[in-house]
């Protein structure tokens, strides 16, 4: 993939190192990802060279032209809505389950930061006016952001 066009990393990672669940990060991932496929994003693995619980991938950002180096931060914004939106799904799946813990996104914008909890907002326009109202820049380096989903353990099955 040209390096010209804008890309933002995208990290999905254990919320607690100390108790590591790489299939939780894993499924997140999957089908996180293939949700925002399906609605017409292009994310692409990012390889490393390192093995761990970590999934990092690239999600290809639209612009306008490949040289378009800035997103408006509503734009921005929508991305991430949209993110945490499939998140929120992905967590809702089984209503007759306790509730999972929630996942954390944090993200990261030259030198500036805002965290958002799956929990934290009834629906994805509750998200968006958080990730709004969190001061990040009014323009995005795509290549000057990451995204972390953290992933909780899956919590152990009752008997």
Known sequence: MSTNVPQITLIFTDADPAQPDPAAVGATARTTVGALRAAGATITPDYTGTKGAAEVLLWVVAASTATQSLMALPDFALKVAQLLSEIRKLRGAEPAAPPPPPITV??????????????????ADALLAQLLAEGLPKHIRPDATTITVQVPPTPPNEI
């Open 106 to 123: 944090v993200v990261r914008v030259e030198g500036a930061s805002a965290t958002i909890s799956s929990a934290a907002a009834p629906d």
